[in-house]
């Protein structure tokens, strides 16, 4: 058995988690990183709800994680965001934890990028998180407390050719954070922002093999991210060692455009 530390149990065995019984929803928790976070709040202690377009990957999911639950929701439409997070309150009596994860991509140079597609990942993305962030902080403010993360990406700081819908919609969540944070303070509310880098996920690998060289280049620490590498960070800003973080943004991405 490990040692007692950050990540291991204390005391005759039993298991301590740093997220002993809190409730915690994920949108895009069907695969790729919000599936990564999703495991690691579970071993955590944390019971969870995926919340995914593709619902039959979540209940897939779900299964097999072990105290979870899935919702199909689309993060864009504000019914589906309210019955999520009712959902959640009705499955555990709580929500602690609200991970604005879910997201698409649709790359292309502004002169072949169509309004459709602009709209169509800002709304996901932005709106989105907009849309969680909302219905989220009201019950957790009420509740006392709790802790908002938003998925946002190194794109949104630097602007990536290609993705100027994409940047867009991540900056923007960055500002969505920050004001946020400033209006749920005092209601116990900390909200914070990702930004992950190169992380080997099937949006990733999508990308063609030039694409990944070139940015893997750019990487000091000379390698892409691994899911559970974003999920520790994530761990962090949902549990209390984060107690008096609120309105940042956390790079993850080995050192890239520092
Ligand atoms: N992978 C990376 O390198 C990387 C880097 C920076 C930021 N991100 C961000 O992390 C998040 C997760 O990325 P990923 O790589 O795991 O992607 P992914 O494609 O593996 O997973 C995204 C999930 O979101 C779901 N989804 C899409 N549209 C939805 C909608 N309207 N409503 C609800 N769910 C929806 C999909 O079904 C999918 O399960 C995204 O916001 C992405 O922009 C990823």
């Not at 619902?55 to 993060?75: F, N, S, Y």
């Not at 649709?106 to 459709?116: E, G, Q």
């Not at 914070?192 to 030039?210: F, V």
């Amino acid at each position: 058995m490990r040692a007692a530390g950050a990540w291991g149990r204390v005391g005759k065995g039993a298991p301590v988690g740093l997220l002993e019984g809190k409730a915690a929803v994920i949108t895009g928790g069907a695969q790729g990183l919000g599936l990564a976070i999703a495991q690691l709040f579970v071993a955590q202690g944390a019971r969870v709800v995926l919340a995914d377009i593709n619902v039959d990957k979540a209940t897939e999911a779900a299964k097999e994680l072990g105290p979870a639950i899935a919702v199909r929701t689309d993060v864009t439409k504000e019914d589906d965001v309210a019955q999520l997070v009712e959902a959640c309150q009705r499955e555990y009596g709580r929500i602690d934890v609200m991970v604005n994860n879910a997201g698409i991509t649709r790359d292309a140079s502004m002169k072949k990028m169509s309004a459709d597609d602009f709209r169509l990942v800002v709304d996901i993305h932005l709106y989105g998180a907009w849309l969680g962030t909302k219905a989220a902080g009201l019950v957790m403010k009420e509740q006392g407390g709790g802790s908002i993360i938003n998925m946002s990406s190194i794109s949104g700081k630097v602007g990536n050719f290609g993705q100027t819908n994409y940047s867009a919609a991540k900056a923007g969540i960055v500002g969505l954070t920050k004001a946020a944070a400033k209006e749920l303070a005092r209601g116990g509310v900390r909200v914070n922002a990702i930004q992950p880098g190169l992380i080997r996920t099937a949006m990733t690998e999508a990308m063609p093999q030039h694409a990944w060289e070139s940015k893997l280049a750019e990487i000091p620490m000379g390698r892409a991210g691994e899911p559970s590498e974003v999920a520790g960070a994530a761990l962090f800003l949902a549990s209390e060692l984060s107690s008096y973080i609120t309105g940042t943004v956390l790079e993850i991405a080995g050192g890239r455009h520092i």
